[in-house]
C-alpha cells in the first residue's frame, strides 16, 4: 500500500537548520546570484547531498501560497474596531476574503476563520500574517490550510 503524503505549516523556529539552509539556497540558484548546486551548497553550509535530499519537500509558504487559498484561525479579542483592522490588513495585502467566521466572544475573546484566496500579484503572505500578529489584541494566527 502507498503511503499517504502528510503536509505541515511550522513556523521558522520549528525547521531545522539544514532545511532553512536549503530554502536559503533554492532561492540563490532562482534568483540566479549562484549559478551552480555546489556554489550554492558552499555558500550556505550544507552538502550537496542534503540539498538535493530535501530541495523539493521545502519551500517558503509565501512563495507556493501565491494563487492558492488559505485558512487561518486568529483569536482576537472582543473589541469594537479590531476585525476591521483585521480585515482591511487582509485587503492592504491584496488578498481576497472568500469566507468568514466569527465566533461568539467567550470571556472577551473570539475565534476568527479566514478564507483567503492569495493572487499571484499578492504580496508576501508571511508580512501579511506578521502584520496580523502584531496588532494589539491579537493572541494568536494559525494557518490551517493552504
Known amino acids: 500500500m502507498e503511503e499517504k503524503t502528510r503536509y505541515y505549516v511550522l ?3 520549528a525547521v531545522p537548520e539544514v532545511l532553512l539552509k536549503v530554502v536559503k539556497a533554492k532561492h540563490l540558484l532562482d ?8 556554489e550554492v551548497t558552499d555558500k ?7 540539498f ?9 509558504f509565501h512563495e507556493s501560497a ?7 484561525v486568529i483569536q482576537l479579542d472582543d473589541e469594537p474596531g479590531l476585525l476591521s483592522l483585521v480585515l482591511s490588513i487582509v485587503a492592504k495585502h491584496h488578498a481576497n476574503i472568500l469566507t468568514i467566521h466569527q465566533s461568539i466572544p467567550v470571556h472577551g475573546v473570539a475565534s476568527l476563520t479566514l478564507s483567503i ?6 504580496t508576501d503572505v508571511t508580512a501579511m ?6 496588532e494589539g489584541g491579537i493572541h494568536y494566527v494559525k494557518i490551517l490550510s493552504k
Open 11 to 13: 513556523k521558522e523556529k
Open 31 to 38: 534568483s540566479g546570484k549562484c549559478s551552480s548546486v555546489q
Open 44 to 50: 550556505v553550509g550544507i552538502s550537496r547531498s542534503s
Open 52 to 60: 538535493y535530499k530535501y530541495k523539493d519537500d521545502i519551500s517558503r
Open 66 to 72: 501565491k494563487g492558492k487559498t488559505i485558512t487561518m
Open 117 to 122: 484566496d492569495v493572487f499571484p500579484k499578492a
Open 129 to 134: 500574517v506578521n502584520a496580523i500578529e502584531s
